[in-house]
């Protein structure tokens, strides 16, 4: 209910490209966003989708964050996590679009699950070197095996702890995705180890900022660094940019 209320919330704010005034924003979402073309690119993910949803073994996943308002036990059917609990096939184009557009040299990802999201990525620019991370092993081996048989060799893998991992990393990454932990306190976490090595053309992207009250606030307090300098809410995901051309804070609603 929580959610239904937020989308309400967030069509009566949201417009699309008409209204924007930002040169840098307007052409996100007319080039990228609104992209309408088929790129061959999509082939791979369905076919990458597809070998998940064919899945029917029971994997024990370790949930480390919110939990799953879906599953109520951790022993759950791979084809059921691809159907219902990754990024969904209209998303991981968006982001493979993302991908090209910005051309990233280095991501991060924050949550692995089933690969669905750092494949697209992998898939759209095969030069971008991708770490993502995992804390459950059993989730981490399912998508590794999935990186070997499409020979997805610009992912790299980890099973770790997010917050040990970052503690000990001083690495630039140009785009860090976030969705591996959906509670405030480890949301903010995150970020402000991140935040200390972006450039100007970072790009952090945060999944379901409104999943929650929590999320809710953590993402207002996102927007509200001295280093962000536009946001961008899509409702499903929350894009934040860094970029000291822009003099004064900008916040957009966009339906995409």
Same mark, same amino acid.
């Given at each position: 209910m929580?959610?239904?209320?937020?989308?309400?919330?967030?069509?009566?704010?949201?417009?699309?490209? #008409?209204?924007v005034?930002?040169?840098?924003?307007?052409?996100?979402?007319?080039?990228?966003?609104?992209?309408?073309?088929?790129?061959?690119?999509?082939? /791979?993910?369905? %076919?990458?989708? =597809?070998?998940?949803?064919t899945?029917?073994?029971?994997?024990?996943?370790?949930? +480390?964050?919110?939990?799953?308002?879906?599953?109520?036990?951790?022993?759950?059917?791979?084809?059921?996590?691809?159907?219902?609990? $990754?990024?969904?096939?209209?998303?991981?184009?968006?982001?493979?679009?993302? =991908?090209?557009?910005?051309? %990233? !040299?280095?991501v991060? *990802?924050?949550? &692995?699950?089933?690969?669905?999201?750092?494949?697209?990525?992998?898939?759209?620019?095969? /030069?971008?070197?991708?770490?993502?991370?995992? $804390?459950?092993? *059993?989730?981490?081996?399912? =998508?590794?095996?999935?990186? *070997?048989?499409?020979?997805?060799?610009?992912?790299?893998?980890?099973?770790? !702890?997010?917050?040990?991992?970052?503690?000990?990393?001083?690495?630039?990454?140009?785009?860090?995705?976030?969705? $591996?932990?959906?509670?405030?306190? =480890?949301?903010?976490?995150?970020?402000?180890?991140?935040?200390?090595?972006v450039?100007? !053309?970072?790009?952090?992207?945060?999944?379901?900022?409104?999943?929650?009250?929590?999320? *809710?606030?953590?993402?207002?307090?996102?927007?509200?660094h001295?280093?962000?300098?536009? &946001?961008?809410?899509?409702?499903?995901?929350?894009f934040? +940019?860094?970029?000291?051309?822009?003099? #004064?804070?900008?916040? +957009?609603?966009?339906?995409?």
């Amino acid at each position: 209910m929580f959610q239904v209320i937020a989308y309400f919330r967030f069509l009566f704010a949201s417009t699309n490209q #008409h209204g924007v005034h930002s040169p840098f924003v307007y052409d996100l979402i007319t080039k990228c966003f609104y992209n309408k073309t088929e790129l061959a690119v999509y082939k /791979k993910l369905d %076919f990458y989708r =597809a070998r998940l949803l064919t899945n029917k073994t029971r994997i024990n996943v370790t949930d +480390f964050g919110a939990g799953s308002k879906l599953f109520k036990s951790p022993e759950r059917e791979i084809a059921a996590i691809a159907k219902t609990a $990754g990024i969904t096939p209209k998303r991981a184009k968006l982001l493979a679009r993302l =991908a090209q557009y910005f051309n %990233f !040299d280095s991501v991060l *990802e924050l949550g &692995t699950s089933l690969g669905l999201a750092s494949s697209a990525i992998a898939f759209a620019t095969p /030069k971008t070197s991708i770490t993502t991370l995992e $804390g459950c092993p *059993e989730t981490a081996a399912v =998508a590794k095996a999935q990186f *070997e048989a499409y020979q997805l060799h610009n992912i790299s893998p980890v099973v770790t !702890d997010f917050s040990n991992y970052l503690n000990s990393s001083t690495r630039h990454y140009d785009l860090v995705y976030f969705d $591996g932990n959906h509670q405030k306190d =480890a949301t903010l976490s995150y970020f402000n180890h991140l935040v200390k090595h972006v450039t100007n !053309d970072t790009v952090f992207i945060f999944d379901d900022i409104h999943w929650s009250k929590d999320m *809710e606030d953590a993402w207002a307090v996102l927007k509200n660094h001295p280093k962000v300098t536009i &946001t961008i809410d899509t409702f499903y995901w929350g894009f934040v +940019f860094f970029r000291a051309e822009h003099k #004064h804070k900008e916040h +957009f609603v966009i339906r995409a």
